[in-house]
């Protein structure tokens, strides 16, 4: 499964505890970070992560488009809820687009534990038939515009 990890700068010494703790599940899976909570997380925890810009810088909007490729299985986004960010209005779009395309997202620890335990136990499963059905969808989709391209050649 792919998961998306985030943290806002008061929040990414949880992030940090909570990657430590859950190291043996995260690592069975693909992680993906905005910038520096990413390199924040891998300074301490041994985790192979890919990551994005940081997020003020599209970081957000870079995992976003993932979410809108149905490329994402999870985002764990530890927000500063008393804090204002200067980049607010990309940070609403990747929670609205994880409601769009129906990605689990926890945005504090407790919440962030359950679904962590519950895809270990497998509980997240459906994520893989929505991923093969975005497949199948975008074979019918490319089939279909190799079948127009010929036919445009043939005339
Ligand atoms: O601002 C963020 C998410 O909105 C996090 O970005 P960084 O991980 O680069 O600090």
Same mark, same amino acid.
């Given at each position: 499964?792919?998961?998306?990890?985030?943290?806002?700068?008061?929040?990414?010494?949880?992030?940090?505890?909570?990657?430590?703790?859950?190291?043996?599940?995260?690592?069975?899976?693909?992680?993906?970070?905005?910038?520096?909570?990413?390199?924040?997380?891998?300074?301490?925890?041994? #985790?192979?992560?890919?990551?994005?810009?940081?997020?003020?810088?599209?970081?957000?909007?870079?995992?976003?488009?993932?979410?809108?490729?149905?490329?994402?299985?999870?985002?764990?986004?530890?927000?500063?809820? #008393?804090?204002?960010?200067?980049?607010?209005?990309?940070?609403?779009?990747?929670?609205?687009?994880?409601?769009?395309?129906?990605?689990?997202?926890?945005?504090?620890?407790?919440?962030?534990?359950?679904?962590?335990?519950?895809?270990?136990?497998?509980?997240?499963?459906?994520?893989?038939?929505?991923?093969?059905?975005?497949?199948?969808?975008?074979?019918?989709?490319?089939?279909?515009?190799?079948?127009?391209?010929?036919?445009?050649?043939?005339?």
């Amino acid at each position: 499964m792919n998961i998306a990890l985030i943290a806002h700068d008061n929040s990414k010494e949880k992030m940090i505890q909570f990657t430590r703790a859950y190291q043996r599940y995260l690592e069975k899976h693909n992680l993906y970070a905005t910038g520096t909570t990413g390199a924040r997380i891998q300074q301490k925890v041994k #985790l192979d992560i890919h990551l994005f810009r940081s997020g003020p810088l599209g970081g957000d909007q870079e995992i976003g488009a993932m979410a809108a490729n149905n490329e994402l299985d999870m985002v764990i986004f530890f927000r500063d809820p #008393l804090t204002p960010q200067p980049h607010d209005p990309g940070i609403s779009a990747l929670m609205r687009l994880c409601d769009v395309y129906d990605i689990p997202l926890a945005t504090n620890m407790g919440s962030a534990e359950i679904l962590i335990r519950s895809l270990d136990r497998g509980d997240l499963e459906w994520r893989n038939v929505i991923r093969e059905d975005k497949e199948k969808e975008l074979l019918k989709k490319s089939l279909f515009f190799e079948s127009v391209k010929s036919n445009i050649f043939h005339y």
